[in-house]
């Protein structure tokens, strides 16, 4: 029987009324994507092009963001890489002093052309979206043919040092649930941390492609050496006699998940959204910003939305 080791993050400032921090922004930089996932969740953004917000007005938000304790940020989308200022964004809030880590989603197809200048822009690391490794399979996932690309991408991440890379594989019941020995194969050696996902009920087909997790957990249980379970959400880590580190995240009907969410999103469009799958609590922030706001005026408005944070399953 092996101990699972339960890892801390550090303290911080601003709680919500059921005594979580905020130490984690995770903010989508556009709406725009260069593949068709049917089952993307558009990190619960309703249909909405316009009002993209400027590289400033990103940098500015997550100034606030900083003085309310959040030190870790996530870019993400839409597909943050078709940005063409991604590398200003990202040297803006590397600028600010209390953020300590900034990490990027990708579906990876612009990885291996930008890897060298987003390191250089101070990106920390990067998560590259892969549910396949089977070319005939990803066309359809994805509904484009851009394979090979990806893994490129995800060779160049590591060489430039955008560690440690992170798959993040979402499994999909009969399309992707019968690769996942396959994936920890292919990981093998190649210094990335494999994500197992489980589908979230958001976008398109979830009752049909949903797959339950539990029993992966138990049988990667069983050749691991050593487990870490992360507090953030209690994700648990399986570090694999084979030497391949896989991380499981479960956040479907997960009150523990939710009960140690220490996150905040801002929409593309300048929205403080304090849960992926609630849209009723949405709160404006670009607009008051725009309208030339005081500091002090939009950090109460910050702090209003993080009190207002409650956990989705209880
Ligand atoms: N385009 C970028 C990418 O592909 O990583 C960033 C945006 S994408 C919405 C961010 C992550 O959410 C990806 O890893 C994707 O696989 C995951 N994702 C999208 N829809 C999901 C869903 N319904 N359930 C679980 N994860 C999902």
Redesign the pocket.
């Known amino acids: 029987m092996i101990s699972i080791t339960v890892e801390s993050v550090g303290g911080l400032e601003i709680k919500d009324s059921y005594g979580r921090e905020i130490t984690n922004l995770r903010i989508?930089v556009t709406r725009n994507?260069n593949?068709r996932?049917e089952?993307?969740?558009?990190?619960g953004e309703k249909d909405n092009k316009n009002n993209t917000m400027t590289s400033d007005e990103i940098a500015k938000i997550t100034s606030l963001a900083a003085k309310l304790g959040v030190e870790k940020v996530k870019i993400?989308?839409?597909?943050?890489l078709l940005r063409p200022d991604i590398t200003e964004i990202i040297k803006k809030i590397r600028e600010i002093k209390e953020i300590k880590e900034i990490s990027m989603?990708?579906?990876?197809v612009l990885l291996n052309v930008k890897a060298a200048e987003l390191k250089k822009a101070g990106l920390n690391r990067v998560?590259?979206?892969l549910?396949t490794i089977n070319p005939v399979k990803y066309k359809n996932i994805t509904g484009v043919d851009a394979l090979k690309k990806v893994k490129e991408g995800i060779e160049k991440a590591v060489k430039e040092n955008l560690t440690p890379v992170k798959i993040?594989?979402?499994i999909l019941k009969d399309i992707n649930s019968n690769e996942i020995e396959t994936m920890i194969e292919w990981a093998q050696g190649k210094h990335v941390i494999l994500q197992l996902?489980?589908?979230?009920?958001?976008?398109r087909l979830?009752q049909q492609y949903y797959y339950n997790l539990k029993e992966v957990e138990n049988k990667l249980l069983l050749t691991s050496t050593r487990v870490v379970e992360r507090e953030m959400q209690k994700r648990r880590k399986y570090y694999l006699k084979s030497g391949v580190e896989v991380e499981v995240?479960r956040p479907n009907h997960n009150s523990e998940f939710c009960a140690n969410c220490t996150r905040i999103r801002l929409t593309s469009n300048g929205y403080l959204k304090p849960c992926l799958m609630r849209d009723d609590n949405l709160q404006d922030i670009l607009t008051p910003l725009r309208r030339g706001e005081s500091e002090d005026q939009l950090l109460e408005l910050f702090k209003k939305t993080i009190r207002m944070r409650e956990p989705y399953y209880k």
Do not use: A
């Open positions: 989508s994507c593949l996932c089952y993307c969740h558009h990190e993400t989308g839409g597909e943050p989603t990708t579906n990876g998560n590259v979206s549910d993040n594989m979402v996902i489980e589908l979230i009920p958001l976008g979830y995240v």
